[in-house]
């Protein structure tokens, strides 16, 4: 069964205080690995697509990158603004998005 | 929100009415989407449009029904309201370029309370 598993689901930081947000997936046929931020009250903004295996792409203090297994979102130098739910979504070979449940990051100043 | 609007934003409703929520695009977007997100869950797919008249399932079809009359709007109908149906509905849209592998954009949410 397809299913994506992130963790923590809760992650408090300093401001600059530098850490990794985790996305574990297992989908049959990979085709993208998504990235998204969600503030309090609005939807799902996109921030990266990973398609294949040690692709890494960056924004800003962000940098996503791939594995076979899972996909880690780094952030560097966090700041208050930064804080907001991070959720991640694996597309398989039936072209559908399976959703983590996402994680929550506070950063605190 | 990538041109996307999605009305009304708050619903409260009663058990047992319909409720149809509506999505709005100014993107000229040919695919169009219905989830729903609740606490500890991910987002999870209702309906789907692939064009005008075009819809298919997703993993949470019950008690849903869509209509696409028009490529700018998508309409998500819940025949008769149950409580498990209170979530945030979102609805998203993505280009054709790639058909199904493209990204997905997103609209604001409706906030849904069935009492």
């Known amino acids: 069964e397809d299913q994506v598993t992130q963790s923590p689901e809760a992650l408090r930081l300093q401001e600059g205080e530098s850490s990794s947000l985790n996305c574990s997936y297992t989908?049959?046929?990979?085709?993208?690995l998504f990235w998204y931020r969600q503030d309090p009250g609005k939807g799902p903004e996109f921030l990266f697509t990973l398609y294949s295996a040690g692709e890494e792409k960056e924004k800003e203090r962000l940098k996503a990158t791939l594995t076979k297994k899972e996909s880690f979102l780094h952030i560097t130098a966090p700041k208050p603004e930064d804080s907001a739910t991070y959720l991640c979504?694996?597309?398989?070979?039936?072209?559908?998005?399976?959703w983590g449940a996402g994680t929550k990051l506070i950063i605190k100043p | 929100d990538a041109g996307i609007t999605q009305s009304p934003r708050h619903k409260v409703t009663e058990t047992g009415t319909p409720v149809t929520l509506r999505c709005h695009q100014t993107?000229?977007?040919?695919?169009m989407y219905w989830y729903r997100q609740d606490p500890g869950h991910g987002l999870r797919l209702i309906h789907y449009?692939?064009?005008?008249?075009?819809?298919d399932k997703g993993e949470v079809s019950d008690g849903y029904s869509v209509s696409r009359s028009k490529t700018e709007d998508f309409l998500l109908t819940l025949e008769s309201a149950t409580s498990s149906q209170t979530s945030v509905y979102f609805c998203?849209?993505?280009?054709?370029?790639?058909?199904?592998?493209?990204?997905?954009?997103f609209g604001p949410g409706t906030r849904l309370l069935v009492l």
């Open positions: 989908v049959s046929g990979l085709r993208g």
């Open positions: 979504a694996a597309r398989g070979s039936n072209y559908q998005l399976i």
């Open positions: 998203a849209i993505s280009e054709s370029t790639r058909g199904l592998e493209e990204t997905q954009y």
């Open positions: 449009s692939y064009g005008v008249k075009d819809t």
């Open positions: 993107e000229n977007h040919r695919y």
